[in-house]
């Protein structure tokens, strides 16, 4: 397994489109309301990327059709943008990922669509304060599975579950490089982290079971028990501190 120490030049270019997505998440998540399709917000993203000169990382890898992964309620991951329109009480995970200058970052949130409920706002809660849980420990000398381990922890003690069957990644010039990065516990400690490796960390939380399947698309994941999912992500830099966040607003 070859992990790629990234020099602060490639670092600086995976800020740029680390930030470049941050602004498509905000463009998305201002716009993904009842009424609206994935497919129309599929393209509102794809313009925008190719608008500053970079170029979407999902759209044609391994055949997949969009620039957005659009994930509707018990979809986990993997969504395929469509004339589908959201629905008020929906809650919808938009993944996104662009290569800039010859770097990739890749990221992702779950929105509410209009009021949701109690207990699907707590997912949504709970998904994202478990990827900060986790990158307490996502420091130069800490081992990979103590990420993965305080992850589920706190997801578990939130009475939720994690995702098994997909992990976070290594990332740089490819979408997805050495490591792979669970949010659970494995066995062994995993690598030891390593100042300049960059990670996409990425918890996939469901209501109920963590067990999932993929629909007759080939892509599509879902809970197998129909309970709602949800996905927060960042490309982070692992450095002699604490970890910067590439893909935050800035």
């Known amino acids: 397994?070859?992990?790629?120490?990234?020099?602060?030049?490639?670092?600086?270019?995976?800020?740029?489109?680390?930030?470049?997505?941050?602004?498509?998440?905000?463009?998305?998540?201002?716009?993904?309301?009842?009424?609206?399709?994935?497919?129309?917000?599929?393209?509102?993203?794809?313009?925008y990327i190719l608008s500053h000169g970079a170029t979407p990382s999902f759209k044609g890898y391994g055949?997949?059709?969009?620039?957005?992964?659009?994930?509707?309620?018990?979809?986990?991951i993997h969504g395929?943008?469509?004339?589908?329109?959201?629905?008020?009480?929906?809650?919808?995970?938009?993944?996104?990922?662009?290569?800039?200058?010859?770097?990739?970052?890749?990221?992702?949130?779950?929105?509410?669509?209009?009021?949701i409920s109690a207990e699907a706002k707590k997912l949504i809660e709970v998904t994202e304060q478990s990827f900060f849980e986790g990158i307490t420990f996502a420091k130069e000398g800490n081992h990979l599975n103590d990420i993965g381990s305080a992850i589920q922890k706190y997801v578990e003690k939130n009475g939720f579950s994690v995702v098994r069957a997909y992990v976070g990644h290594g990332i740089g010039r490819k979408m997805h490089e050495p490591p792979e990065v669970p949010n659970f516990k494995?066995?062994?400690?995993?690598?030891?982290?390593?100042?300049?490796?960059?990670?996409?960390?990425?918890?996939?939380?469901?209501m109920g079971s963590y067990d999932v399947r993929?629909?007759?698309d080939g892509w599509t994941v879902v809970t197998k028990d129909g309970k709602y999912a949800a996905h927060?992500?960042?490309?982070?830099?692992?450095?002699?501190?604490?970890p910067e966040i590439l893909t935050l607003p800035r």
Request: aromatic letters at 4%.
């Open 1 to 47: 397994m070859s992990i790629t120490i990234k020099t602060e030049d490639q670092i600086g270019k995976m800020r740029k489109a680390g930030k470049l997505l941050a602004e498509v998440e905000a463009l998305v998540a201002k716009t993904a309301a009842p009424g609206v399709t994935t497919a129309y917000l599929d393209k509102l993203a794809e313009d």
């Open 63 to 76: 055949g997949f059709p969009g620039t957005l992964c659009t994930s509707i309620n018990e979809e986990v």
């Open 80 to 115: 395929i943008p469509s004339n589908r329109v959201l629905n008020e009480g929906d809650i919808l995970s938009i993944d996104v990922g662009c290569i800039l200058n010859g770097y990739h970052a890749d990221m992702a949130r779950t929105y509410a669509i209009g009021q």
């Open 186 to 206: 494995t066995l062994g400690r995993g690598i030891r982290l390593q100042k300049g490796m960059t990670l996409a960390i990425e918890p996939m939380v469901n």
């Open 214 to 216: 993929v629909l007759k």
């Open 232 to 242: 927060y992500e960042n490309t982070i830099l692992i450095t002699d501190g604490e």
